[in-house]
């Protein structure tokens, strides 16, 4: 049980500690930005710690919130069979100034992950040794995971064929339209609202 | 290994090769166009280009494994990995934004003539993807000549699909290149759960 830990790490780090909960045995703790890395670091340094696996570094987005994203870290202790999960929460309304201390001068694994993050969610992570696009391509603008990213907003690397040129109708055919299926497919953050 | 002969040679030894019923000792001709001639050709030895990307990937190997004996049976067996030594192209998979690029310029490098079948129903219209990500449907980049929809197309759709692509070689020399689109069979799974549920309705 990494309640201990969690229990651990608020009598070491006091304030920074924002909010703990264990919901459903998912240990989770939410700090402040500024103590990312430090964290960190005493999560992997510690011995009653040892938190020596990064299982997944993602980031969520709450376009209604003030500190707009979330980023979500999870944790594994090979030695001692214990998770957790650490969030922080940085960003304003636009999503423009989401930065963070990069870890990965305090795990390796963590490089790709939040290549990752900042490439689907536009999130800068300050140090981090090679900070480019991963899963698109570099001419791509934008961040496609954030939730104001249209929904059918194509970028396409080469030009699409005219209808003249291919002598038909290049629309979608039934039942992928628009109209037919997958509506959530389509709908976009400011449709919800509406 | 015993020598090819003719029937009526049988006795001299000789090896000449004729046609049944024709004169013994001469071969025997038949008359076409040169170009019914080429499309017979082409429509019998088609070398395809599998650009396998993603599931349907499976799907392809369980066609043209002995089971289904798929495109062997038709002329069009040996796989060529080069886009050169090829004439028809398999899309084979969803196609992303960033492969784009790639397949369009693995079927320019393809040699005239050229056909393209797009396997399933991501390479026909982007299937359920509908988003920043996915081709919707290799259209939008190359010609198609013969659609597969089905995720994933049974392998009789895509044996349907190979022969609608050859009558359509064959019709080439009237110059009708509009794609075909392989319709949906009967499913005989349906008839067999009707049967499955009267026989749970009978022993109820």
């Not at chain 1, 890395?37 to 709450?62: G, I, T």
């Not at chain 1, 919130?65 to 969030?87: A, C, D, M, T």
């Not at chain 1, 939730?147 to 629309?171: I, S």
């Amino acid at each position: 049980m990494s309640v201990r830990a969690l229990e651990a790490l608020k009598n070491r780090f006091g304030d920074v500690v924002v909010e703990t909960h264990s919901d459903w045995g998912d240990d989770t703790a939410v700090v402040k930005a500024e103590s990312w890395k430090e964290v960190c670091r005493f999560l992997r340094d510690d011995p009653s710690m040892a938190f020596d696996m990064p299982v997944d570094l993602c980031a969520v987005d709450f376009p209604e919130r003030s500190p707009r994203f979330e980023i979500v870290l999870h944790l594994y202790s090979v030695g001692k069979r214990q998770r957790l999960r650490l969030k922080a929460r940085v960003g304003d309304a636009e999503g423009d100034d989401a930065a963070i201390d990069s870890v990965t001068d305090v795990w390796v694994g963590v490089n790709w992950y939040e290549r990752e993050t900042y490439d689907l969610m536009g999130i800068q992570f300050k140090g981090h040794p090679d900070l480019r696009r991963i899963l698109m391509y570099p001419e791509f603008e934008g961040h496609p995971l954030r939730k104001d990213y249209p929904a059918n907003k194509t970028q396409p690397l080469v030009p699409y064929r005219t209808e003249e040129e291919a002598g038909l109708t290049l629309d979608k055919q039934a039942p992928f339209g628009i109209d037919e299926g997958m509506p959530f497919g389509r709908r976009t953050f400011d449709e919800r609202d509406n | 290994m015993g020598e090819l002969k003719s029937p009526g040679a049988a006795a001299e030894g000789t090896s000449k090769i004729t046609i049944e019923g024709g004169a013994s000792g001469t071969s025997g001709f038949a008359t076409t166009k040169l170009d019914a001639l080429l499309a017979w050709a082409r429509k019998w030895s088609l070398f395809k280009y599998p650009f396998v990307t993603a599931c349907c990937g499976m799907e392809f190997m369980a066609l043209t494994s002995p089971r289904f004996d798929g495109s062997a049976r038709f002329g069009a067996e040996a796989p060529r990995f080069s886009p050169r030594q090829s004439d028809l192209l398999w899309v084979v998979g969803t196609i992303s934004q960033r492969q784009a690029p790639v397949l369009k310029r693995i079927y320019e490098q393809m040699m005239e003539p050229k056909w393209v079948l797009a396997f399933g129903t991501c390479a026909s219209c982007g299937g359920f993807y509908d988003n920043y990500t996915t081709v919707p449907g290799i259209d939008k980049i190359i010609p198609c000549d013969v659609y597969v929809p089905g995720c994933p197309p049974r392998p009789e759709a895509v044996l349907d699909g190979l022969i609608l692509l050859q009558d359509k070689i064959t019709k080439n020399a009237t110059g009708d290149r509009r794609p075909g689109i392989v319709k949906p069979r009967e499913d005989p799974i349906r008839d067999l759960v009707k049967l499955r549920r009267k026989d749970k309705e009978d022993n109820a």
